[in-house]
């Protein structure tokens, strides 16, 4: 056996020794380095991404993002260099993806092609990587922006997508012999051609996302850097230039083509998250290509118990005042969930609060204040570090996990993650919306990220999570009935749904009764309600799995400390279900759809080294 780098290792490729989300006294820190730790040879997806300079294409440095999104998503990978592919004749059937228009030589193109030609299974973001015969190109026009559209909506990998699939970068292509799945157009100027494509190669099976997803995805998520106001929504629903710079004056999503009216007053808002749904196409390439050629593929669910997905509220002190944090809290209570609850500097609550938040369950974060605009209160590290040790005084605290920016201030691109590094904090929730129209998933999905410093000479993942809102303050910023449908977003993509309620709004009518019926609605969608630190410290608990593979089948399952009650899938072949056990055991497994693949699922606890085997 082999091991192989998991859905696993919060930031490090081939796993960690602690998470970095325990509210430990010196939580150990992952490594964010980029170089695999781990080699394997025998993952059921091969992951081929070798560093291409920016002089060469300028978003090449976010093409290995497709790592963050295979560990997301719990699937088993590992990276293997180009000049390796001639070797692939030699290992168990796998997925192959190239992560961007890779810049393949002579020998390793003829390898790939020999490969896919005798069984393989290729996919390929962001071009055809000089193979174009291989996945059915006759031609390709280089895409600056554009907007997907579905051609075959009863295809697996493009059914039932919902959102506009906005994409930057990557290009249009002329169809070949390939199968036309998607299209791709940017206006009456601009590139227009096939977006997905999927071509049969002798015995082998080739699969092209034109658009470059990778790097659109990295764009939605983290914008544009943020120097000057935003450009406002031309109906006023989103004043974004009002001269506070903020998160959402580095969206780069379209105000007419990427909002959706909802009821109950029609105004336009950011419903579904696009980059949830770009995910989605480079996951279901996999799970499709993996089950047409025979690929025994295991996926690690997203959360415990098989919950669909995760609800969160967070609350910002603005204000400070006791007695509605008090009136809060008992709404809270009444609701038995806990919440995470950011402070602002300065003032804060008496020291007996903080002592009942923490003794009740509840979270301690930072309300990072870059707003007031005061010598201590504007946008800097000396105040973001100055605030962050108020905050650890003022509690009584020995550690922060969190931070959400004070009315999501911002500034620059990627300052904030690289200070909360530099204070330990191991998350932050600052990117979602301060504007009615730009409620939702103006700035990402629901999936809980490791963003990208794409702007280092090696890019590396930040070790901090972001957890993006969808709004503050139902009944008082928007209508109530916003919050099933943005529930359900965040549900149907498996993700986080956060919601931002201030103990300011508590007493006004129907914010109570709005919260309690939030909950419910929550809970009757198969989803629990947990803090943000809960959130980082199950999702490294889940990425510490590491895992080892046989050319037979069997997979070696190591966790190096307890993931209780975790949930494993391992995808259907096309002609029936596959013999399942567990250390030696046959076990009965429960019907699991994902993305419209059909999966066996069993929930078990993961602990030490646990036997897998796919008959």
Not at 315 to 320: P, R, T, V
Not at 344 to 369: C, K, S
């Amino acid at each position: 056996m082999t091991k192989v780098s998991v859905a696993g290792g919060c930031l490090a490729w081939g796993g960690l020794t602690r998470s970095p989300c325990l509210a430990d006294p010196k939580p150990a820190r992952p490594s964010s380095s980029t170089a695999p730790t781990a080699g394997a040879s025998n993952a059921p997806v091969v992951v081929v991404a070798p560093a291409v300079s920016a002089d060469v294409d300028p978003r090449a440095p976010a093409w290995i993002y497709v790592v963050e999104i295979l560990r997301r998503a719990g699937v088993f990978f590992e990276l293997l260099p180009p000049a390796e592919l001639p070797n692939l004749s030699r290992r168990p059937k796998c997925v192959v993806v190239l992560a961007g228009n890779v810049p393949l030589g002579s020998n390793e193109r003829e390898a790939l092609a020999a490969w896919v030609k005798q069984g393989g299974a290729l996919l390929g973001i962001g071009g055809v990587s000089t193979l174009p015969e291989v996945f059915g190109v006759s031609g390709e026009t280089p895409l600056s922006e554009g907007w997907m559209k579905v051609v075959a909506a009863d295809h697996p990998v493009t059914a039932h997508l919902r959102s506009s699939l906005h994409v930057f970068g990557g290009y249009a292509m002329k169809r070949g012999a390939g199968a036309v799945l998607a299209e791709v157009s940017s206006g009456k100027q601009g590139a227009q051609g096939s977006a997905v494509l999927e071509n049969r190669f002798g015995q082998g099976r080739a699969m092209v996302l034109g658009p470059d997803l990778l790097f659109s995805i990295v764009h939605i998520q983290q914008g544009l850097p943020v120097f000057q106001d935003g450009h406002p929504s031309p109906d006023d629903s989103a004043p974004i230039n009002e001269g506070i710079l903020k998160a959402e004056d580095g969206l780069v999503l379209d105000w007419q083509r990427d909002r959706t009216p909802l009821p109950p007053d029609n105004k336009p808002v950011f419903l579904e998250p696009i980059s949830d749904e770009l995910r989605e196409i480079v996951l279901r390439g996999v799970f499709h290509l993996a089950r047409e050629q025979g690929v025994a593929l295991p996926v690690l669910w997203y959360w415990p118990r098989g919950l669909k997905a995760v609800g969160h509220i967070s609350h910002d002190s603005d204000g400070n005042d006791p007695q509605k944090a008090a009136a809060l809290l008992e709404v809270m209570n009444r609701c038995k969930i806990k919440s995470t609850w950011c402070m602002l500097y300065p003032g804060g609550y008496p020291r007996q609060f903080y002592r009942a938040l923490a003794e009740q369950g509840y979270e301690i974060a930072l309300h990072y204040d870059a707003r007031t605009g005061g010598k201590e209160t504007s946008w800097s590290k000396d105040n973001f570090l100055l605030q962050h040790r108020w905050l650890l005084k003022e509690a009584g605290l020995r550690e922060l996990a969190g931070n959400k920016n004070h009315f999501t201030r911002w500034e620059g691109r990627l300052d904030l993650y690289r200070w909360c590094e530099a204070t330990g904090l191991v998350y932050d929730q600052s990117r979602g919306p301060s504007k009615q129209g730009t409620i939702g998933f103006p700035l990402g999905g629901s999936q809980p990220y490791f963003p990208l410093d794409d702007e280092a000479a090696t890019p590396r993942f930040f070790r901090v999570m972001e957890v993006n809102m969808l709004t503050q303050d139902l009944v008082v910023v928007c209508p109530a009935e916003y919050g099933k449908p943005l529930l359900d977003s965040a549900r149907r993509h498996h993700g986080v749904a956060h919601f931002l309620f201030h103990p300011a709004h508590i007493q006004k009518p129907g914010v109570a009764d709005t919260i309690a019926a939030l909950v419910d609605y929550g809970r009757a969608q198969e989803m629990e309600w947990w803090t943000n630190e809960q959130i980082c410290r199950w999702e490294s608990l889940r990425r510490e799995v590491e895992a080892r593979f046989t050319p037979s089948g069997a997979v070696a399952l190591r966790a190096s400390r307890p993931v209780s009650q975790a949930t494993l899938l391992v995808l259907k072949p096309a002609q029936g279900p596959r013999a399942i056990t567990i250390n030696g055991r046959a076990v009965k497994t429960d019907p699991w759809t994902l993305y419209g693949f059909e999966f066996q699922g069993v929930t078990t606890d993961l602990a030490g080294e646990v036997h897998l085997h796919m008959g």
